[in-house]
């Protein structure tokens, strides 16, 4: 049996469920390099009597080794968040219902549903966008696509969540920042010129999302950038034009 | 201090921090009628020294008895999922903070991330909609806005997540289950006629997503209905028609 684990969104976010089973398990992986503190790892480590093996992302995506195992043991593979959120963990998730293994996914807090904390209701978001770094091997490559996702949401009045890009490297990931990400949506703004990033826009950058130390903030992206939001994981929200009054009232307590 | 702590998906679905902050609560309350089953209920009472006190939903609106008991004391609010997905909620929160009453939030998994176990990803969601029973004092009332929402989905190659409703009356809640929905879906195309549902129309049916009994089914509306998918919870998800190849690949294991 496979069980895909979720950490949710900080410390102790694992679901009471998903301890349980994990305590059970014969053999516990987790992904290499994930958002994961060194603190959250080391509370759950003195949880458990097995040891959690760390498995870089190229083994979790190139070789058979998770379901190879889970046929023969009880497996876990912790992710942060929901387990589904990532595409890597889909296709995971279709490999081995193809190959008859067992597989459980223990599901926990995530973005998409957390993002409600900012007062934006969450039936009106539209689709979610990366952004993702200037790609500076093919000269400096920016995809325009998350501004015409906004765009797209604000002609249908949905509120766009902005995930911002992790750039994986042999050694790390490199997380982008909300100060990283303003003069990126400033520099699409000046190519595509449609006016969604004026000086007077108000948008939502949020830090930590559920975590002790989370800290959202709605206004301008000029206030934004002299914020201190910490180090990553942040995220953006664009909120459509036409908000509803419980929505406004939540939200501007964040001004 | 208040805390609206969210219980997850199913038995067990509270995280481990949510147990913890709970454990030392001096009040516990919960909402009437949620959907959490008694065997949860009792699960989780075993596990605790405070009573789980149960609040009707005008109590939680219309009064200010979470706020003012949580300026005197640590008060935790028990809401199924994650706790912000219902607006009521967000309302609370956002009275909390006018009041500079302290809340914390303790996310919980929820049906808008857990859906991605379907093979549908995440990110290509459009919006949210709920499809109402037809208000019998208004001559059988049915409003539009799921069909349309749905078009407008379709247009911007999304997703469309159908919650089904739930009428709260004053001693219980009936929830919409899938075979009461394909009818209601099926009168809105004979009245609106754009061809979003017909015979060969293949449509995702969901019930108790994250919880060990769940059943997933991709497949026409006719397969769906001869389908038991027990009792509630139900939802229903209208697939964008332009699929990536690991969204059809998981996808079709559900057929």
Same mark, same amino acid.
């Given at each position: 049996? +496979?069980? #895909?684990?979720?950490?949710?969104?900080?410390?102790?976010?694992?679901?009471?469920?998903?301890?349980?089973? #994990?305590?059970?398990?014969?053999?516990?992986?987790?992904?290499?390099?994930?958002?994961?503190?060194?603190?959250? +790892?080391?509370? +759950?480590?003195?949880?458990?009597?097995?040891?959690?093996?760390?498995?870089?992302?190229?083994?979790?995506?190139?070789?058979?080794?998770?379901?190879?195992?889970?046929?023969?043991?009880?497996?876990?593979?912790?992710?942060?968040?929901?387990?589904?959120?990532?595409?890597?963990?889909?296709?995971?998730?279709?490999?081995?219902?193809?190959?008859?293994?067992?597989?459980?996914?223990?599901?926990?807090?995530?973005?998409?549903?957390?993002?409600?904390?900012?007062? #934006?209701?969450?039936?009106?978001?539209? =689709?979610?966008?990366?952004?993702?770094?200037?790609?500076?091997?093919?000269?400096?490559?920016?995809?325009?696509?998350? $501004?015409?996702?906004?765009?797209?949401?604000?002609?249908?009045?949905?509120?766009?969540?902005?995930?911002?890009?992790?750039?994986?490297?042999?050694?790390?990931?490199?997380?982008?920042?909300?100060?990283?990400?303003?003069?990126?949506?400033?520099?699409?703004?000046?190519?595509?010129? =449609?006016?969604?990033?004026?000086?007077?826009?108000?948008?939502?950058?949020?830090?930590?999302?559920?975590?002790?130390?989370?800290?959202?903030?709605?206004?301008?992206?000029?206030?934004?950038?002299?914020?201190?939001?910490?180090?990553?994981?942040?995220?953006?929200?664009?909120?459509? =034009?036409?908000?509803?009054?419980?929505? =406004?009232?939540?939200?501007?307590? $964040?001004?």
């Amino acid at each position: 049996m +496979l069980y #895909l684990i979720g950490l949710g969104l900080g410390p102790d976010g694992i679901s009471v469920l998903g301890l349980k089973i #994990l305590k059970k398990c014969d053999k516990i992986y987790m992904e290499q390099y994930t958002s994961i503190s060194q603190t959250e +790892l080391n509370s +759950l480590k003195s949880e458990l009597k097995t040891e959690i093996i760390p498995l870089d992302r190229k083994t979790v995506e190139e070789t058979d080794l998770l379901i190879r195992e889970s046929q023969k043991h009880s497996v876990a593979f912790l992710i942060p968040g929901d387990p589904l959120v990532a595409t890597t963990h889909s296709s995971l998730l279709a490999e081995a219902r193809k190959n008859q293994t067992p597989v459980q996914i223990i599901h926990s807090s995530s973005i998409y549903s957390a993002v409600a904390e900012t007062g #934006l209701q969450l039936y009106k978001f539209g =689709k979610t966008t990366t952004l993702p770094f200037p790609d500076k091997e093919y000269e400096n490559y920016k995809p325009t696509s998350p $501004y015409e996702t906004i765009q797209s949401n604000l002609q249908n009045n949905s509120h766009t969540l902005i995930l911002l890009d992790i750039q994986v490297t042999q050694n790390k990931q490199n997380y982008m920042t909300i100060q990283e990400a303003l003069p990126i949506l400033k520099d699409l703004e000046s190519k595509l010129k =449609k006016k969604l990033f004026t000086s007077k826009t108000k948008i939502v950058a949020i830090s930590h999302l559920g975590q002790s130390n989370q800290l959202i903030k709605y206004n301008t992206m000029e206030t934004l950038n002299k914020t201190n939001f910490g180090p990553a994981l942040h995220c953006l929200i664009y909120p459509a =034009k036409d908000l509803h009054f419980q929505e =406004k009232e939540l939200l501007e307590t $964040y001004s």
